[in-house]
């Protein structure tokens, strides 16, 4: 009994120990055949058509990137077996802009350099939405952190953790600029008249002219305690060569902050220190080193107050439309379809942006949003069933203009208008982006059809005579013919524009427009067409406005110098372009809108739809329509003199004397919709797989073999 029993352990022991042997040889022959079906080799990599200003990829980015829903592919295609992917380009932040730093600073890579890149695919069905995440490691073994210069360097991607077969020795050369910059401190050349200083700009002891006016001017009267942002002061006047400040009061200091110079490291003055005489007047200015710091070495620890002073009344600007949702505000134009009076959003147009500031092209500007109460009578009178535009004037509440009276000069505001624009939806003349456009040029084809209610039929003209190409860099606002340019080629039924700048195409884009005198019963101007450059993928977007009588915007007869890349010589273009007679509306500012107070009511005028009710989308209808996605001074006076004790670190003492001087007076990316999708993961179909049936018949056999042999000896017994 004990022999039996010892065979029974000995024969189940045997099949478990056979089991074990086999399934461990299929184990070690799914991995053989796994590893030699993966690609973990890297490869250098360059930007491709790509740019970005999103900043620095520290964190996975989780926005849905604008596409033009051409050549898309689908995340989990990707897993598709046999499929080798190429790379079709890249987004991290300084792929379109250089990485400036200061010359001799310490430079720690880990916080500075960008060590995370989108990497975008390409395969059989396009470019694939979602891109790879894969870390870089940059070669810095050839910048010369202590010497003035720009350094191209090179960065290797880790592609161990990437799923999918890509063809990484073909891939473009990952790199980007590093521009070492000596830096310097905004300095300034003081003049004085009277009580009025003027501060000329200087930089590393030359003058200097800022441009683009952005910066934030700080002062104290209490020697330093404490400090306001006084920008909009009305005391203050900047130039792009120098400032102006009146009053000054003893114990004043001043500093600019803020500085984006762009290309320049330099972010805070020096500071400027007045001295005021018994009798109120200026009688020596020094200059105090910062060091670029806010404060300098003295006054970086006082109390600063960042809120803005204002002391009104300002002049009015311009009005927009008030919906807080639009980036960049767009102008008052109420839209709608013959016999559809319903279709305003009137909540959108009875509370307007009211832009104020020193001057249209001064240091600073601002909004307030404002209930607007529209001519009553201009409205009653407007013909619903008549396609065309009709201007309705409007003006503030009385009880409005007192209250901000402090702030806006209602007496000498611009004339406050809103167009309303009837439009037809039969016999619309379109441009359509043509599928012969090549991808990643600098080349658009545009073909011309007539939209009806039933059918998009084609448009052929006769007569190229009776055709003008427009084209605006700015929405619409400001719109240059083309038709004689040696980049554009007008044919009977479509229009293609070349060399286009990147510099427009990564911005607000060019947007193209064909004003037609031959067909009567089709729109005499086309809906415009905007194509701009999609950051991440390098393909162009397009989005077309398609509003009632689209003639609007400032017209000139030859289009500005630098508006195309030069072909063959380049056009002859008119720098000063003729203005048309007529009175435009001015270029928006480009500011981003605040969200508007709570207590700012939408009053419709009376007896009009007050659409949409209560809760208003954030979108009005207006707006859809406007972008439609189809793939939508003082006069200088000298001092008497001017003495600079010590140079550089040290401070340098102006002594002026009052003289008699004379004051002078003297905004892309088409508001978009993102949304968030969920991301999809991309699988591989691994080889192991291949085997999960054969290890489970292994081992169900193993234990079917002992059960069967441990019977058998029983049954011998």
């Known amino acids: 009994m ?45 930007p491709g058509n790509a740019s970005s200003d999103t900043g620095t990829a520290s964190e996975p980015e989780t926005e849905n990137r604008g596409s033009t829903g051409q050549n898309q592919a689908t995340p989990g295609n990707a897993a598709s077996g046999g499929i080798i992917y190429t790379v079709s380009s890249y987004d991290f ?6 990485l400036l730093v200061k010359m001799g600073a310490e430079f720690n890579p880990d916080a500075e350099l960008p060590l995370w890149i989108d990497v975008y695919l390409e395969g059989p069905d396009g470019i694939l939405e979602d891109p790879l995440w894969l870390y870089a490691d940059w070669d810095l073994s050839g910048v010369d952190f202590n010497r003035e210069g720009e350094y191209r360097v090179t960065g290797i991607l880790d592609t161990a953790s990437c799923e999918v077969s890509v063809d990484w020795d073909h891939a473009p050369l990952l790199s980007f600029i590093i521009k070492i910059d000596r ?59 120098h400032l102006t400040v009146s009053n000054l009061e003893e114990n004043s200091l001043f500093q600019v902050t803020d500085l984006r110079l762009g290309g320049v490291l330099s972010y805070h003055s020096d500071i400027v220190k007045a001295d005021i005489g018994i009798d109120g007047l200026i009688e020596t200015v020094s200059i105090i080193p910062s060091g670029g710091e806010m404060g300098g070495k003295d006054w970086g620890n006082s109390n600063w107050d960042d809120e803005p002073f204002e002391n009104g009344p300002y002049q009015i600007l311009d009005y927009r439309i008030g919906n807080p949702y639009v980036y960049d505000p767009l102008p008052l134009i109420a839209r709608a379809s013959i016999g559809c009076p319903e279709d305003i959003a009137w909540v959108f147009f009875n509370t307007i942006s009211v832009f104020y500031g020193d001057r249209p092209n001064g240091l600073w500007k601002a909004k307030k949003l404002i209930p607007v109460e529209w001519n009553q009578e201009e409205l009653n009178a407007i013909d619903w069933n008549r396609k065309g535009d009709t201007i309705i004037h409007g003006d503030f509440f009385d009880e409005i203009k007192k209250d901000y009276g402090y702030l806006l000069k209602f007496e000498t505001m611009p004339e406050l208008t809103l167009t309303i624009s009837i439009y037809s939806e039969n016999r619309d003349f379109v441009l359509s982006p043509s599928e012969d456009t090549p991808e990643k040029t600098e080349q658009v084809t545009l073909n011309f059809f007539s939209i ?61 427009q064909i004003e037609q005198t031959e067909a009567s019963d089709l729109e005499r101007y086309s809906a415009y067409v905007t194509v701009s450059r999609n950051a991440a993928t390098g393909l162009f977007e397009y989005s077309a406005d398609i509003g009632g009588d689209r003639g609007g915007g400032k017209r000139f007869e030859k289009p500005p110098e630098g508006l195309f890349d030069k072909k063959d010589g380049g056009d002859i273009p008119d720098s000063n372009p003729t203005e048309p007679p007529t009175e435009v509306p001015t270029v928006p500012p480009t500011e981003k809108p605040t969200v508007p107070p709570t207590n700012a009511p939408a009053v419709p005028p009376n007896g009009t739809p007050t659409y949409p009710p209560a809760e208003a989308p954030a979108v009005p209808p207006a707006e859809k329509s406007s972008s439609e996605s189809i793939s939508d001074k003082p006069v200088n006076a000298p001092a008497d003199t001017v003495k600079q004790t010590v140079p550089g670190k040290t401070d340098q003492t102006y002594a002026v004397g009052p003289e008699t001087r004379s004051a002078s007076d003297k905004a892309d990316e088409s508001p978009s919709d993102t949304g968030q999708n969920e991301t999809d993961e991309i699988h591989t179909a691994s080889p192991r797989s291949l085997f999960s049936p054969l290890r489970l018949l292994v081992g169900i056999s193993a234990v079917s073999g002992g059960a069967f042999a441990g019977l058998y000896m029983i049954r011998k017994r």
């Open 452 to 512: 009806t209610d039933e059918d998009r039929i084609p448009l052929e003209f006769d007569d190229l005579t009776g055709l003008t190409v427009w084209c605006s860099t700015d929405w619409g606002e400001n719109w240059y013919d083309i038709t004689t340019s040696s980049n554009t080629s007008l044919r009977n039924d479509s229009l293609s524009v070349s060399c286009l700048k990147d510099t427009y195409l990564d911005h607000m884009g060019y947007s193209f």
């Open 2 to 46: 004990r022999i039996h029993r010892i065979a029974v352990y000995a024969m189940m022991a045997a099949t478990v120990l056979f089991s074990a042997v086999a399934g461990t040889f299929v184990s070690a022959l799914a991995d053989s055949y796994e590893g030699k079906n993966t690609i973990v080799t890297g490869n250098p990599a360059t």
């Open 93 to 98: 932040w300084y792929l379109s802009q250089p």
């Open 183 to 241: 830096g310097g401190t905004l300095s300034f050349t003081p003049e004085t008249d009277g009580n009025i200083l003027k501060l000329s700009y200087i930089m590393n002891g030359e003058s200097y002219t800022i441009s683009d006016l952005n910066y934030e001017l700080y002062e104290s009267r209490d020697g330093g305690a404490n400090w306001r942002n006084i920008t909009r002061d009305n005391r203050v006047w900047a130039e792009e060569d």
